[in-house]
């Protein structure tokens, strides 16, 4: 029997799900003492009940409904399928309404509150008909609602930056179903968060967190990314910016390249691996890390035989390709987004240790950087994880000595671990770059994890211990058998091939000297280089120390002065990866608020007394 | 019993120039960083911390503040902008102003005004008592410099020079006892034996006419200008309460008094350019800073070394009349430079340092061969 079975079917379909027609009952709470002036609710039941859809409006009195059962009579008679309760604080009657919905057999959850309260300001007769009116339709009040413009909006976002905070940021806007173009410079998204081993004051894995946002990141369809990009210009204005990406060509074909690495193989050039902070060398063709997203090679144009001969030499990697992805003569592109919002959050560059002369960085092998060490001792590191100290080794091609880590290379007996490395220090910045105390402590954990033997010293000025948990970290390194020593070190210096690091312990007054095999340095946080450009181009404004600047410093720290530029993370100043995390949440949510006004704006433009229906409430 | 704190004390040293010390957050970068700095004389962290807190007493018997030279390097590193090393110069005014029994070191640092006040009074004093000794107890007439009938005879000189160096002396012995009863009779202090007085004595010395300490700091050049400076100035010290009559006897040169004069002339004016220079343009971290009492010292240094060239330059051109005025000028400037500053300010320092390593020295001794602190915290905290 197809037939009935058909017929079933269609009419499955056709059944509508709503009820075609409104029938709505406007219910106007009479305040026994008027709160207002201007609110004439008598007027406003005759406005009402004039209102596309409305079957019944009635003032109702200022006093808690008793009769539940005669108000559902009431509604199963005018046969209402949905409610709007308007008042001073309407949402006291809602409970009495949805049970009278209820108990007519229809949606409890059909009524909406039209709240004068919620509007500050002086109020008037055309404020309340519009809320009122806006409740009648479904659509939330928007208090600077103007008379409909015709302005366009653009749901699309920018996202500068593919760190833990621009990651957060995209994924909260796309998941909401809205358009993410995420722009970043470098060859893959993850930022400084993908170098950390682990993170504090939980010692987390790092990239145990990580790693699947920036996978959600690669397989959400609402996220375009945009690698090895940055933002030249900027243009027009909240709502309908334009912005015009230089895309550098990474010449070889995203949708063609498996990562198989063959390319990498036969490369002949060797350079050292910016992601694993000059500690580690790559290849001229190269994946960042093996987690990279996204998870495809590329060529470093400033390195690259082939580039740099301008098509005469070498060309292996394209030859040796067997998936053909390799296009070594793919060209730069100039890319135009057309967005609505901007988020940056391009995070932070650690101070550069060389300034810092007396503690030796780049004259002492085993003088490190704090971000140095997280690779150091990172399983996908150098010598996988293990500490070990710089060893000298002949490079083959250069014919010179070089110190590079080597998995069996010695053990440090005795790491030093340097607070403040400029910060807190007017010859270099002189703000406090709030994480270092606490990844000195995670790093004085790992280095007694892993060596139980070493000795560990961390000299500090003071201990900033501020965040939850963290005064519970500190004191649980510090019984780790972890020597505190309250001062700032002077210098470092090699006697005889021994390290000594100097300084005076302010508490016991005096100074000391201690032999160490390995000086970690706990550099602090600065401004992305090029942050100053990117706020030229974007029209914000930096704060004295190149931070990006709020709009308020407590109530709107994710904001900028201009519209629609919100900034999320260290960029703003130096931050956490729980703040920061928390910080992008806040800034997507700042760009969600302009989509979805928009979006409601649009719907009300569009809703006319013809085509007025009661909208599904999500 | 607790130490008494002065919390006015770190306002009080504003007036001698540790302007800064109140920003200092007590990390220890400078104690570190200095190269005289040792155990257990920990500096310039300790004093700044003295300040802070108004520990008036522990900071009055230090001799940190003398065991520094003020290189710099310790400001030039401070990460707050703190100048532990202008503050440690601030403290050595202040202890200067502290062992002054008499109470003018304090008023002179204090109010510029009143030592430029006290400059000129002495000033005019000496030009009017040079002026009417020269008319009516010397030779008389203007006109005559040298030889019998010299307006200025160098034996009547030479009786005001020593009874006024003796005075001087005097003066600033008594300061250097009471700095003694300061810092060898402190809270910290050892009881010192008087064979190790006797013992160490050669450092005294030593110390005075090398300042070998001065060479640790990095920068050699302070030292060098310094010694430099102290030479000259002794050598010309030398030459006019000894030699003053082969000085002026003339107006033939006599090469083998003159030879030196000239090259102490020479050191004097080159060195006080050479500050005068360093602390206009502040061209180091020891020169970003100047007191009032730097550039008084300075202008008389440098006054009185140009006064004396040109008499002597006018005296040997034949020009008798205007060489004794200038000589007179010159005395103007000599007398309340010594007056004022021996006892009182910047050249009592030549006696302290080196007393102070003295007295570093000894303490370290005493404590070397077993002897505990005897004073009243070192009772109450007998480890210590």
């Not at chain 1, 990498?264 to 580690?280: H, L, N």
Request: net charge neutral; with cysteine.
């Amino acid at each position: 029997m197809p037939e009935p079975r058909n017929q079933n079917r269609e009419s499955a379909v056709n059944e509508p799900v709503v009820a075609a027609a409104p029938r709505i009952g406007v219910f106007l709470v009479q305040a026994d003492e008027e709160p207002r002036a201007g609110v004439d609710v008598t007027a406003l039941a005759q406005y009402a009940a004039q209102l596309p859809g409305v079957a019944v409006a009635r003032t109702i009195a200022a006093t808690p409904i008793a009769n539940i059962e005669k108000l559902a009579a009431e509604i199963r008679k005018a046969g209402l399928n949905a409610i709007v309760v308007a008042g001073e604080h309407p949402g006291f009657y809602k409970p009495a309404f949805a049970h009278a919905m209820a108990l007519a057999g229809m949606d409890g959850s059909a009524v909406r509150l039209a709240s004068f309260a919620e509007r500050s300001g002086p109020m008037s007769n055309a404020c309340a008909q519009a809320i009122v009116a806006y409740a009648v339709r479904g659509v939330p009040y928007a208090p600077e609602a103007k008379a409909a413009s015709n302005r366009s909006f653009n749901a699309a976002t920018m996202v500068i930056g593919g760190g833990i905070a621009g990651i957060q940021a995209a994924l909260e806007i796309a998941e909401s179903g809205n358009k993410v173009y995420l722009v970043e410079r470098s060859g893959t998204i993850g930022g400084r968060m993908a170098m950390f081993d682990k993170t504090f004051p939980t010692l987390d894995c790092a990239a145990c967190i990580l790693t699947p946002k920036m996978v959600a990141v690669g397989q959400n369809p609402n996220i375009e990314l945009l690698v090895l990009s940055e933002v030249q210009e900027v243009s027009g204005s909240f709502g309908q910016f334009k912005v015009k990406v230089l895309k550098h060509a990474t010449r070889v074909d995203a949708t063609a390249c498996v990562a198989c690495g063959d390319c990498a193989r036969f490369c002949p050039v060797t350079t050292a691996s910016e992601f694993d902070m000059g500690i580690a060398s790559r290849k001229g063709i190269f994946i960042p890390f093996p987690q990279a997203v996204p998870n495809t090679y590329m060529i470093d144009p400033e390195y690259c035989t082939w580039v740099l001969s301008e098509g005469k030499k070498c060309g292996a990697c394209a030859k040796k390709c067997s998936k053909g992805a390799v296009h070594l003569d793919a060209k730069d592109e100039f890319v135009d987004l057309e967005v609505g919002n901007i988020i940056v959050a391009t995070g932070y560059d650690t101070l550069d240790a060389h300034r810092v002369e007396r503690y030796g960085y780049g004259t002492y092998p085993n003088v490190l950087t704090s971000l140095e060490f997280e690779r150091l001792t990172n399983a996908s590191g150098p010598t996988g994880g293990k500490i070990t100290m710089k060893v000298k080794k002949l490079n083959k091609k250069t014919k010179a000595e070089e110190w590079v880590f080597e998995p069996d290379g010695p053990k440090p007996k005795a790491v030093a671990i340097v607070h403040c490395v400029g910060s807190r220090d007017r010859n270099y910045n002189a703000y406090c770059s709030r994480v270092c105390c606490m990844y000195s402590l995670k790093f004085a954990h790992l280095v007694r994890e892993k060596l139980p033997e070493a000795k560990c010293y961390e000299y500090y000025i003071d201990m900033r211990a501020f965040g939850k948990g963290y005064e519970e970290f500190h004191e649980r390194i510090r019984e780790e058998g972890v020597s505190l020593v309250r001062g700032r070190t002077a210098s470092v210096v090699d006697r005889d091939g021994q390290l000594y690091i100097h300084g005076e312990d302010t508490i016991a007054e005096h100074l000391i000297t201690v032999p160490v095999d390995m000086v970690i340095l706990s550099v602090g946080l600065q401004p992305s280089h090029g942050a100053g450009e990117l706020a030229r181009q974007l029209g914000i404004a930096r704060d004295d120390d190149g931070w990006f600047r709020e709009l308020n410093y407590n109530a709107e720290p994710n904001s900028t002065e201009r519209e629609g530029i919100y900034v999320a993370g260290v960029c703003q100043g130096p931050k956490d990866i729980p703040d920061t995390v928390a910080q992008a949440s806040a800034a997507a949510a700042h760009a969600l608020r302009s989509i979805v006004r928009h979006k409601a704006d649009v719907s009300a433009r569009q809703t006319t007394p013809e085509n007025a229906g009661v909208p599904a409430r999500s | 019993m607790a130490v008494r704190a002065n919390p006015d004390l770190i306002d009080e040293l504003q007036h001698f120039g540790a302007k800064d010390a109140i920003k200092c957050y007590q990390c220890g970068n400078c104690s570190a960083a200095c190269s005289h700095s040792e155990d257990p004389y920990v500096f310039p962290r300790k004093s700044m911390r003295y300040l802070q807190m108004g520990l008036e007493k522990p900071l009055r018997s230090a001799l940190d503040p003398w065991l520094c030279y003020y290189c710099g390097k310790c400001s030039e590193q401070c990460p707050r902008g703190a100048e532990p090393g202008e503050t440690m110069m601030g403290v050595r005014r202040w202890l200067t102003s502290q062992y002054d029994f008499t109470g003018i070191s304090r008023l002179l640092y204090r109010s510029w005004g009143s030592e430029l006040a006290a400059i000129i009074v002495v000033a005019l004093l000496t030009g009017a008592g040079f002026l009417s000794f020269g008319l009516l107890g010397g030779g008389g007439n203007l006109a005559v410099y040298d030889g019998p009938g010299a307006f200025l005879p160098p034996h009547a000189i030479h009786v005001f020079d020593w009874t006024m160096g003796a005075l001087l002396g005097l003066l600033l012995s008594i300061n250097c006892l009471r700095m003694w009863q300061f810092t060898m009779h402190g809270e910290h202090a050892v009881p010192v034996p008087f064979s190790l007085y006797v013992r160490h004595l050669l450092l005294l010395p030593l110390h005075f006419f090398t300042q070998k300490r001065f060479r640790h700091c990095e920068d050699k050049t302070p030292w060098t200008n310094h010694l430099i400076l102290m030479f000259s100035y002794l050598t010309m010290l030398t030459l006019i309460m000894v030699f003053l009559k082969e000085m002026q006897s003339g107006p033939k040169v006599n090469w083998y008094a003159h030879s030196f004069g000239y090259l102490s002339a020479i050191g004097l004016v080159a060195t006080s350019i050479f500050a005068i220079r360093g602390r206009l343009k502040k061209d180091a971290a020891y020169h970003r800073h100047s007191h009032e009492s730097d550039w008084m010292f300075l202008g008389l240094l440098l006054f009185v070394s140009i006064t004396g060239i040109i008499q002597h330059v006018l005296h040997r051109a034949g020009l008798p009349m205007a060489a004794n005025i200038t000589y007179i000028v010159h005395l103007m400037g000599v007398v309340p430079m010594l007056a004022l500053e021996v006892p009182f300010s910047k050249w009592s320092h030549l006696a302290y340092r080196p007393l102070a390593i003295y007295f570093a020295q000894l303490q370290q001794a005493a404590q070397a061969q077993g002897i505990r602190p005897s004073g009243r915290l070192a009772k109450l905290n007998p480890v210590a």
